[in-house]
Nanobody
Framework: VQLQAFGGGLVQAGGSLRLSCAAS????????MGWFRQAPAKEREFVGF????????YYADSVKGRFTVSRDNAKNTVYLQMNSLKPEDTAVYYC?????????????????WGQGTEVTVSS
């Protein structure tokens, strides 16, 4: 299984970016796809996840109302739409796949990871 995240870049505060995560090598029929981020010298942090069906989403409080996770199963792709970006959103963003039937915000429960894409929000 390979996950490839892309779409990061430099954006001004208040701006928007959309990250994509393309999965190949396996079609997931259970579990969830999650987004995490890691800023320099900080722990990896949960951002949001979406169930395989797309019917369940969950977000960290820090991004709720600004970020939206969606998926297109026909394309095996998950998206993270980020609006109203703040400098504190600056981080490397990772997509990850969990095949567990239990939805989780803990990165240890995710078995497959993309390589990360860097997002920088300038003030």
């Amino acid at each position: 299984v390979q996950l490839q995240a892309f779409g990061g870049g430099l954006v001004q505060a208040g701006g928007s970016l959309r990250l994509s995560c393309a999965a190949s090598g396996r079609t997931f029929r259970s579990g969830a796809m999650g987004w995490f981020r890691q800023a320099p010298a900080k722990e990896r942090e949960f951002v949001g996840f979406i169930s395989w069906s797309g019917g369940i989403t969950y977000y960290a409080d820090s991004v709720k109302g600004r970020f939206t996770v969606s998926r297109d199963n026909a394309k095996n792709t998950v998206y993270l739409q980020m609006n109203s970006l703040k400098p504190e959103d600056t981080a490397v963003y990772y997509c990850a796949a969990s095949i567990s039937s239990r939805y989780s915000t803990n990165y240890v429960d995710y078995s497959y990871w993309g390589q990360g894409t860097e997002v920088t929000v300038s003030s």
